[in-house]
């Protein structure tokens, strides 16, 4: 096949998965459609006299219950705004981007990611772009805007091919979403629905768990995500669009710090550290609030106050920084960048909504547990266990993610069904959560319907008119295929040592 020929398929291909995926409902439609066919299901099934033993209590039996019964239709009135406010990720989310939204608008995470990126030595400005990319899933929204574009002019400045640039920052941004060196509101968001999945099967481990779940492992994928995109970006991507022939005006004035950013910064810095330090004496002290008395950190109540924790790291430098940068001058320019980061968060809330409500019915139902207890003796009966299933796993979420855009939207589906399966042949779900958190982060980057994927085209546009999706595509294929291949050698290599993969959070799963 020619090289027109090749290019002509994936371009189809790839306008066959738009079409696909287009078709498919709002999320928020999706939820609703998915709770009513758990009522429906519930009545068909209970009908049938379906049932499982119970995992946790032996000689006991776990029976379907039927929500369309009179006591079912009562529990959907009694429970709906139960559902909502008690839905584990909508207070952890609001909360965390309270700190974060206030950083992300007074400035404070532009003017760092700019400062990471522009005071590096060029030899070392790919992995910068990567490293800082990867950096800023603390407030991805920034990441996308910010990086992406900024790295794309970095190269231009140097003489580089702008779109490898953009391709570099947008594989850090995009591709390593899920790792960081710091805790960020997709820990506490994806953690309180493997907790609640996980309580389907059992509550007393699921009440032990803390949303630090995947965090040594996501420490080391920091640097491991950084060395691979910075060695495709510069042997793969870079030759293969060979020299940038365009004219481009580079403003670099516009991407360096200003005096006042400079000083913001570094009042934010001293207040990180102060901060650090305050809730540090909080912690590690046996006489600490937040240590209350525990033999070990791990044992202590401090995992279970990160949500808080992350709001105040974050509010206070931001706070400081928009002080220092004039950017906040008074209480209600805080109270009106509180409120825009709220007003921000009104789709979130929505979808949290009709999500509650479907994972709400799905374990009153107990069709999770019928589920994941039959789906566990199936694997067992085939013997397809180990590493081969968790190669499968990774296989069916990056194909789920090529249609559905939304990490929370598919891990509320998913952790219902495979944690409790996953949890019923051994595996923790705290492995479980970090399988799909490498699936889905790999995968964002080809996926034409990732919410951001659109506005990387437009920028690249900039430098090139001809650019659309089969060019992005194609552009990104290489850094999913080598992070998919690395990250998933080092989850196997994980595996076959039994390191936790975060505080208190084991490889393998017992009763």
Partial sequence: MSKQGKQGFVIRSLNTIERVGNKL???????AIFALTVIVLSAIFSSMGMSVPDPANEGEVIEVRNLLSSEGILYLFQSMVSNFTGFAPLGTVLVTMLGIGLAERSGLISA??????????????TAALVFAGVMSSMASDAGYVVLTPLGAVLFAG?????????????????????????????????????????????????????????????????????????VVTDKIVEPRLGTYKGNVEVNEEANKLRPEEKKGLWGALISVIITGIAIALLVIPEWGPLRAGAESIIDSPFL??????????????????????????NDKDVA???????????????????????????????????????????????GFTGIPLILTFIVISGFINLFIGSATAKWAIMAPVFVPMMMGIGYSPELTQLTY????????IISPLMPYFAIVIAFAQKYDKKVGIGTLVSTMLPYSIALTIFWVLLLIVWMLTGLDIGPGSPILYSK
């Fill in 25 to 31: 409902p709002d999320p928020v439609t999706l939820f």
């Fill in 112 to 125: 760092a990611l700019r400062g990471l990126v522009t005071s590096v030595p060029k030899q070392l400005i």
């Fill in 158 to 230: 140097l003489g580089r091919h702008p779109l490898a640039g953009l391709a570099a920052a947008f594989a850090g941004v995009s591709g390593g979403f899920s790792a960081n060196l710091l805790l960020t509101s997709l820990d506490p968001l994806l953690g309180g629905m493997t907790q609640d999945a996980a309580a389907m099967l059992d509550p007393e481990y699921a009440a032990q768990m803390n949303y630090a779940m995947n965090y040594y492992f996501m420490i080391v994928s920091v640097f491991l995500i950084t060395i691979v995109g910075t």
């Fill in 304 to 329: 279970q106050t990160l949500v808080p924790i992350i709001l105040i790291m974050f509010f206070i430098p931001g706070l400081v920084y928009g002080k220092l940068t004039k950017s906040i001058r």
């Fill in 336 to 382: 009106n960048q509180l409120s825009e980061t709220m007003a921000t968060m009104g789709s979130y809330i929505v979808l949290a909504f009709v999500a509650a409500q479907f994972v709400a019915y799905f374990n009153e139902s107990k069709l999770g547990i019928v589920l994941a207890v039959n789906g566990a003796e199936f694997l067992e009966s085939t």
């Fill in 437 to 444: 958190r490498i699936a889905d982060s790999t995968t964002n």
